[in-house]
C-alpha cells in the first residue's frame, strides 16, 4: 500500500548561509540552486520535500541526513526524489511565503 508524507515550510525561515544549505543540498541540488534567483523558494520546497519523504518512509529525521534525499529533474521537467538509487513521486508547490511538498512511497 502506498504511503504518503507532506510538509509545509515558511520561506522567511530558510537561511541561506552556507553551513544550512550544506546541511540540505546535495551536491547536484546545489549546482541547480548556485543559478536560481529564488534560492530562499527552492531552499524551502527541498527542505520540504525531504521532510515530506522521512515522513512518508516513517522514520522521522532520523532516516539520514538530508543531504543524501535527492530531488532533480526529470527530462520533462518534473521532479523526481532519489534515494539509496530509488526514485519516489515527489510534488513540490510555492504560495507567497509557504512551499509545500508531497512524496508518495
Known amino acids: 500500500m502506498p504511503r504518503l508524507g507532506t510538509d509545509i515550510v515558511y520561506i522567511p525561515r530558510m537561511r541561506l548561509d ?11 541540488e546545489r549546482e541547480i540552486y548556485d543559478r536560481r534567483k529564488d534560492k530562499k523558494e527552492f531552499l524551502a520546497g527541498r527542505f520540504a520535500a525531504k521532510e515530506a519523504f522521512m515522513k512518508a518512509m516513517k522514520k522521522g529525521l532520523g532516516l539520514a541526513p538530508l543531504d543524501q534525499i535527492e530531488i532533480l529533474y526529470l527530462e520533462d521537467g518534473s521532479p523526481t526524489l532519489i534515494y539509496e538509487g530509488k526514485r519516489y513521486e ?7 511565503d509557504y512551499a509545500i511538498a508531497t512524496v508518495i512511497i
Open 90 to 96: 515527489v510534488s513540490i508547490a510555492h504560495d507567497g
Open 18 to 28: 552556507e553551513a544550512f544549505v550544506g546541511k540540505i543540498l546535495s551536491s547536484k
